[in-house]
């Protein structure tokens, strides 16, 4: 059972005409199906890539290739007979290279890559042992024909060390570093610079404290500098990008006894290109929250993308995908968030940015009604817009659920560590709720970030949270309401 609500004309009248595309599809069969890669191509189509285990008995590396109206137009399957999944895609000429990790082809697991065409069929693909346990993370396919991949390794249970490795065009072995530290070292993301050399970001553990750690390495895999950010307590980065102001922006998790809230928090930290930090801020609620992508957008804003068991839908446990708009400059929140749930558990691997200034996140959906996950692609336009409901394609056998909704969760003014606690207001001011119509509404209650329908529940629909006297401060909140 398909089910889409069009909220076009709602959201025309409080953001003007809605053009840009606007989806919010599951894909995948009934096993456990998850997106962790995505490629954006020129006509906005998309190549996602991640890891099935719904079509065979095993887990096999998903790639999915689908149009810019979120029409699934073709699949495939790769690796071996056990376990593969895929953890990044970039394309390569006319095809595209996947990577990840695979236990098909030997003794344990490797470095996995694979070939495909726009149909996501196989052309070539194989493994590289570096002796442990191997694991494949991000790829880059260089100006002068070779390949990168940056990878960890994994030798017991002491030591995880980055490695760095460069390919041939014909996939044999060019040359390789690996930082061989103490600890459980963890390899985030890893861009080029202008002057071509590599920054990776990734998580320095050292008796436990695991901090910061920001590399730069030449072209030909030699050390440039290492830059490592001690924090009490345990940050991550998982997604790096270098931005129009060529400055490093990354994004990753924070546990600190001294955050302002229990659990963890979304962290995101700018540095310059000589390894100043020049701010970092953060989010959370009093779960866990994961920050794990992000996007610069055409305005150059960027939007923070997370997991999050703090904010959604009152489930106890259940985790939400979840954005923030921030500027760049002092990392202040620029618009409301928004945040996309059901019955389940969702979750974002990937995101970036679309030809016609949207974005697309990409992660996986655990619904309440099948013991399953499925690839969850999520198609947000320019102004935060994203439909009420998913619509679910099964691949090729579907999925029925019952109506999934999403909750609306309504965040934070420029301070970002304000609770919205109380009855109808903010620090003393009155806050109204404001309806596509234009009908103003203000019995509800916010507690904790989440907004309670209190004694008028309101319809289904689009709105506004604003402050009219306070707008200095409060900027005004999309949200939707749904049923």
């Not at 095809?95 to 694979?114: E, K, M, P, Q, R």
């Not at 080029?192 to 990776?200: A, M, P, R, S, T």
């Not at 968030?337 to 974005?359: F, K, Q, R």
């Not at 304000?418 to 003393?428: A, E, T």
Request: charged share 15%; hydrophobic share 40%; aromatic share 10%.
């Amino acid at each position: 059972m398909k089910k889409l609500i069009s909220l076009i004309s709602a959201l025309a009248l409080i953001s003007g005409v809605l053009a840009q595309e606007s989806f919010n599809h599951l894909f995948g069969s009934t096993g456990v199906d998850e997106g962790n890669a995505v490629l954006v191509l020129e006509n906005d189509e998309f190549m996602v890539a991640g890891s099935s285990g719904g079509f065979s008995e095993n887990q096999d590396g998903y790639i999915l290739h689908i149009s810019a109206d979120g029409t699934l137009l073709s699949t495939g399957h790769v690796g071996g007979a056990n376990v593969d999944y895929l953890t990044h895609i970039a394309a390569l000429g006319d095809n595209f290279l996947v990577v990840g990790t695979s236990i098909s082809f030997g003794a344990d697991y490797d470095i996995y890559w694979a070939i495909v065409d726009g149909n996501c069929q196989l052309i070539d693909q194989g493994v590289y042992d570096l002796g442990d346990w191997d694991f494949g993370r991000k790829v880059i396919v260089m100006d002068d024909g070779t390949i990168s991949i940056l990878a960890e390794t994994y030798a017991g249970n002491t030591d995880r060390d980055i490695v760095l490795l460069n390919l041939n065009p014909d996939f044999s072995l060019n040359w390789s570093y690996q930082w061989e530290l103490p600890g459980k070292d963890h390899a985030g993301d890893f861009e080029l610079d202008d002057d071509g050399n590599f920054i990776i970001g990734g998580t320095r553990d050292e008796e436990g404290a695991c901090d910061l750690w920001l590399l730069q390495v030449d072209p030909n895999g030699v050390e440039l500098n290492s830059w490592i950010y001690p924090y009490e307590g345990k940050q991550s980065i998982e997604d790096i990008l270098i931005s129009y102001s060529n400055r490093i922006i990354a994004i990753g998790t924070e546990e600190s006894a001294d955050a302002p809230f229990d659990g963890s928090n979304i962290l995101v930290t700018r540095y310059t290109l000589e390894g100043v930090k020049s701010w970092h801020t953060y989010w959370g609620g009093n779960g866990m929250d994961y920050g794990t992508a992000l996007v610069e957008m055409q305005d150059h804003d960027f939007i923070v993308c997370s997991t999050s068991n703090s904010f959604g839908n009152g489930i106890p446990f259940a985790t939400n995908m979840m954005t923030y708009r921030i500027t760049e400059f002092a990392g202040f929140q620029s618009e409301g968030n928004i945040t996309i749930g059901g019955n389940g558990d969702e979750s974002i691997h990937a995101a970036a940015l679309c030809a016609d200034g949207g974005y697309v996140l990409v992660g996986s959906s655990h619904l309440d009604t099948e013991n399953s996950r499925l690839v969850h692609v999520v198609k947000v336009t320019e102004d935060n817009q994203v439909p009420l409901t998913m619509d679910v394609f099964g691949d090729p056998n579907p999925v029925e659920i019952v109506e999934q909704t999403l909750v609306g969760v309504y965040p934070i003014p420029a301070d970002q560590y304000l609770y919205l606690n109380g009855l109808d207001s903010w620090n003393g001011h009155q806050l109204v709720v404001t309806d596509a119509a234009g009908a103003v509404h203000t019995s509800f209650e916010i507690q904790a970030h989440q907004m309670k329908l209190g004694t008028e529940e309101l319809p289904q629909g689009v709105y506004l949270l604003t402050c009219p006297s306070c707008s200095t401060f409060f900027n005004p909140i999309r949200f939707v309401v749904a049923h």
